[in-house]
């Protein structure tokens, strides 16, 4: 995955082999990030807690969405996994981000990505 100018990484191509080899655990992650989005918790009391919580959940589950819509694409898309990531860490799950971003690399580190 290439990185121009800017810090924002590039969309990456994924073999169709590569993709039927690691569909598993690409799914198993993002489901299990979807999960995590889901059962996350404000932080804090209030509306407007709520309201920045909701937000960001729905952040998560559109940047899952569109990992998934381009895995089945036959790529590993740079924005959804961005979109997911900021979304995952402001609802303080920097951990599952993390996985997130590991995905990038699921065919260069075989089972270890996205762990």
Known sequence: MTTPAGNTPA?????????????????????SVQQQAQASKPPQPGNLAAMFHKEQVTEALQGCAMLIAGWNEG?????????????????????????????????????????
């Open 75 to 115: 790529m590993i898309d740079a924005a959804a996994i961005s979109r997911a990531s900021r979304a995952l860490k402001a609802l303080g799950e920097t951990e599952w981000a993390t996985r997130v971003e590991g995905l990038v690399k699921i065919d260069e580190a075989g089972d270890e990505a996205g762990q």
């Open 11 to 31: 969309s990456k191509t994924i073999a169709p082999d590569d993709r039927k080899k690691y569909d598993q655990v690409f799914m198993q992650v993002v489901m």
